[in-house]
């Protein structure tokens, strides 16, 4: 078990009574994490995501944020205001039942890091409602290596297409 440490973590909270989908969120983010940054913005590769449920009059903003190669079992049903919100609804896991948070070309997963170098993520700048408020608290976590988005990107494709194809892949690039 890992050392105890007190760290200070950003958290993005979103206020559903405000949020009215515009989903400026969604092409903020896809901008700024565009290659070259802001060539392009298809929110299809953006780490915020509306979770839109139009019967049920149901909006919510959420952020990408583990990669998990199985989908869960937790099908529980929040009543907020009144409303219910399924438990997916507010999970930014980076799972395989739903298509939110791969990038549409590779396939890769994509997550929210907080817009690396901004004081106020691109998602919290945009947001004309105020859906959405940054906020920073003190948290004790067990300390350890987080993976970084190499990492997350390559498990994913081991998890596609077995270590082996893939070494057998990076072998032939070597050669080139
Ligand atoms: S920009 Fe704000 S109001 Fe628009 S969808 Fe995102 S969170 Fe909701
Ligand atoms: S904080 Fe940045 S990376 Fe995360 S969802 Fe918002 S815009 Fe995207």
């Not at 004309?128 to 004790?140: I, Y």
Request: hydrophobic share 35%.
């Amino acid at each position: 078990m890992g050392e105890l440490v007190k760290k200070i973590v950003k958290t993005i909270k979103v206020d559903l009574d405000k949020c009215n989908g515009c989903r400026a969120c969604e092409i903020a983010c896809a901008a700024f994490h565009a290659k070259p940054k802001y060539s392009s913005f298809n929110p299809a590769r953006s780490r915020i995501r509306m979770v839109i449920d139009e019967r049920n009059d149901e909006w919510v903003a959420i952020r990408a944020t583990d990669y998990t190669k199985a989908g869960c079992d937790g099908r529980r049903v929040y009543t907020i205001n009144g409303k219910e919100y399924s438990e997916c609804s507010f999970c930014g896991t980076i799972c395989p039942t739903r298509d939110l948070f791969f990038e549409p070309d590779s396939g890769l997963p994509l997550k929210c890091d907080m817009c690396e170098g901004e004081e106020v993520p691109m998602c919290v700048q945009i947001c004309s409602r105020d859906a959405l408020t940054c906020e920073e608290k003190e948290v004790e976590v067990e300390e350890q290596v987080k993976p970084g988005e190499m990492e997350i990107g390559l498990k994913s494709l081991v998890d596609k297409y077995g270590l082996r194809k893939l070494a057998d892949t990076f072998a032939r690039m070597a050669q080139k």
